[in-house]
């Protein structure tokens, strides 16, 4: 897998937004070019950067992630949005896709799942964690 992508993690969690950013400083191609820990942050970074891909949560603070979701990609259509939580419920899965969203990534799932999702999306591919997809409506 060959990646060349600029990334911005979105994450509430101090220390694993630290796992995650080492994990992708480790993989050839990806930057880490900016960080928010709630979605209000996350869309203001998003506009200044122009990311090629945010990692966001589900549940942030001040602005929830699906919602922040769609204000960057009003302002930023060209970043593609993966979710990576620990939500499994499909409903929350059919709103990631609906939100524009092109990866839904559970936290249980990294770093496999992860780079699997970043290799989908520079292949123009969505991503969904294994086994989320069945009782997932995605019309």
């Known amino acids: 897998m060959a990646f060349d992508m600029r990334i911005l993690l979105v994450d509430d969690h101090t220390a694993y937004r630290e796992f995650i950013k080492s994990l992708l400083c480790a993989t050839s191609g990806l930057r880490v070019v900016g ?20 990692l966001m949560d589900v549940g942030l603070p001040q602005l929830n992630g699906f919602e922040a979701a769609r204000r ?43 780079l699997d999702a970043l290799a989908a999306i520079g292949q123009d591919k969505r991503f969904v964690s294994k086994g989320l997809l069945k009782n997932t409506k995605t019309d």
């Open 35 to 54: 960080e928010a820990d709630d979605g209000l942050d996350a869309v203001a970074k998003a506009q200044e950067l122009s990311p090629d891909v945010v």
């Open 72 to 114: 960057i990609l009003e302002t930023v259509p060209s970043s593609r949005i993966i979710f990576l939580t620990q939500e499994n419920d499909p409903e929350a899965v059919t709103a990631a896709l609906k939100s524009g969203a092109w990866g839904y990534v559970v936290k249980q799932g990294v770093p496999g799942d992860l």
